[in-house]
Structure formats: C-alpha cells, structure tokens
C-alpha cells in the first residue's frame, strides 16, 4: 500500500508540472479579447512571465525530480535487479 501511495504522488507531481505549462496556454488564449495596456491584460502577462521563469519542480531533497520518469526508471531497476537474483538462484 505504501509504494501505491508513493506512485500516486509522483504521478501528481508529474501533473501539476504538466498543468503549470498548460496555464502559459491558457493566459495567452484569455489575452487576446483584452485592450493593448489593460489591467487585465498586463495581469496575464505578469502571470506567463512569472510561469515561463518560475517552473515548478518536484525533488527529493535535491537529489532527482520526482515525475513520471522516475516511476519508470525505478520500476526498470527493480526488475533488472529481480531478473539477475532470478538467475544467480
């Protein structure tokens, strides 16, 4: 049950990066109605800006990103190593 749980976070890390690029989409598609120098307008460029330079990352205490790829990589690990224990016995 814990390693379930441990999945599911690194699957909702994975998102919320993927969510935050979506977000630059969306601003840009919410523009366009809005006057060149309305408040409104400068407000989702300050919000792109800010989601172009702030990206979100999710580590392990700064050792590796914690996403969809390190679910993968430590499954194929895992196996590697249960395959080779296979073959030792």
Sequence with gaps: ???VGTIEIMFSCDLAIKEAQNIIVICYKYQQPFLTYSEEKQELI???NQAINDKPTF???GFFEIN???VFALLG???AYFIVLIQIN
């Design 46 to 48: 300050n919000l792109v």
């Design 1 to 3: 049950m814990i390693n």
């Design 77 to 79: 690990t895992t196996i």
């Design 68 to 70: 969809r790829k390190t």
């Design 59 to 61: 580590t392990a205490a």
